[in-house]
């Protein structure tokens, strides 16, 4: 079974960083699509970082892009998370998401190509 570890959160204040990880451990073979999600209390999910394992270039939320750095190591299978330049607004718990795309579309852009999911780690920024 595909098990998703998040590790990183914390609290930090406004302008800092902090950097997850998310290791893919339990299965035999790397999952092509890995992502990043964020959610506060009464609202939905929000993909905020994704890439397609095979491709290049990673995909970002506007609310994150230019701040927030998406990459993996393929031989770790470790997806990693940097977040610079935080604001409040960016207090969420993130989780980790991953999965394999379907045949017929761009890999890994339907989100519900992403099935399975960490358990989350929370990031804090205070003012």
């Known amino acids: 079974e595909v098990q998703l570890v998040e590790s990183g959160g914390g609290s930090t204040q406004a302008g800092g960083s902090l950097r997850l990880s998310c290791a893919a451990t339990g299965h035999g073979a790397s999952l092509l699509c890995m992502g990043w999600f964020r959610q506060v209390p009464g609202q939905g999910r929000e993909r905020i970082a994704w890439l397609y394992t095979l491709g290049r270039t990673p995909n970002y939320a506007d609310s994150v892009k230019g701040r927030f750095t998406l990459s993996h190591d393929g031989i770790k299978n470790t997806l990693y998370l940097q977040m610079n330049n935080l604001k409040p607004d960016d207090t969420a718990m993130y989780y980790c998401?991953?999965?394999?795309?379907?045949?017929?579309?761009?890999?890994?852009?339907?989100?519900?190509?992403?099935?399975?999911w960490g358990q989350g780690t929370q990031a804090t920024v205070s003012a």
């Open positions: 998401a991953a999965g394999q795309p379907r045949i017929g579309g761009v890999p890994c852009h339907p989100e519900d190509e992403f099935r399975f």
